[in-house]
């Protein structure tokens, strides 16, 4: 990698990192705090359907700001509407499976207790690709960047 190639990557990294990563981190601090410390979720369990329709529309957000910095700095050539859509829905889909391998890594390793059963996590899994449906529909309806 040239030493061009390298700062814009760079970059792109820092206005991923400053731009979009807050959402996604601002998720998953309000799961921590309504699943460890106030334990919400043990009062009303339902709260968890919206918090990974919220985890899936963030995570998409995430990765689309990331496809397009990639873009904007010369790392990726230009993405087709349909092929951006299709690979922040399979990335988002991803992240998605392996947020609730954790889950169960953490219920097996340090007992959190996390996955009460198949169908809670098929419900997560489904309401995570909920959320990046949400986030594809509200960018071909209200674009929140222009291209």
Not at 43 to 55: Q, S, V, W, Y
Not at 110 to 121: C, M, N, R, S
């Amino acid at each position: 990698m040239e030493n061009y190639q390298i700062s814009n990557f760079l970059a792109a990294l820092r206005k991923i990192i400053l731009r979009r990563a807050w959402f996604p981190v601002m998720i998953f601090f309000i799961h921590v705090v309504c699943s460890r410390l106030i334990r919400v979720y043990d009062l009303f369990p339902p709260l968890d359907i919206p918090m990974h329709i919220a985890g899936g529309f963030a995570i998409a957000y995430f990765f689309s700001g990331s496809l397009r910095a990639l873009e904007e700095y010369k790392l990726l050539h230009p993405l087709e509407h349909l092929l951006e859509d299709i690979l922040v829905f399979t990335l988002t889909c991803t992240a998605a499976i392996f947020w609730e391998f954790l889950e169960y890594i953490s219920d097996h390793w340090i007992k959190t207790h996390a996955q009460p059963g198949l169908e809670d996590t098929l419900l997560d899994l489904l309401m995570g690709i909920a959320g990046v449906v949400l986030y594809i529909i509200t960018q071909k309806i209200q674009p929140l960047e222009r291209r």
